[in-house]
């Protein structure tokens, strides 16, 4: 049972990252997945969480309008589209599954199994 976090990096002030999440090893439509973020010396943090079917999700809401949670059942990956990234956007950003239902998912204690986490920088 694995979740893999890729597509982070180093990208300037206003630019644009698209993270991936792949689960291997159990039937990932049957949990919603959520996004969560961790700066050095911060508490980790909910970003975004998406339901097993895709047709609901819910923001932070200092990335609402910027960022977008999406998912592709066939190919059993998340993605999570970050547009007009901020200096305060820098963190590791990890995915993690669930079965509780949304908007009231976005405590990392209802997550059982996380990927290994994609670090995102943005430089102004």
């Known amino acids: 049972v694995q979740l893999q976090a890729s597509g982070g990096g180093l990208v300037q002030v206003g630019g644009s990252l698209r993270l991936s999440c792949t689960a291997s090893?159990?039937?990932?439509?049957?949990?919603?997945i959520g996004w969560f973020r961790q700066a050095p010396g911060k508490a980790r943090e909910f970003v975004a969480t998406?339901?097993?079917?895709?047709?609901?999700?819910f923001y932070q809401d200092s990335v609402k309008g910027r960022f977008t949670v999406s998912r592709d059942n066939a190919k059993t990956t998340v993605y999570l589209q970050m547009n007009s990234l901020k200096p305060e956007d820098t963190a590791t950003y990890f995915c993690a599954r669930t079965r509780r239902t949304l908007p009231g998912a976005r405590e990392p204690g209802l997550y059982d199994v996380w990927g290994q986490g994609t670090q995102v920088t943005v430089s102004s």
């Open positions: 998406i339901d097993k079917s895709g047709d609901r999700t």
């Open positions: 090893g159990f039937t990932s439509d049957d949990y919603a």
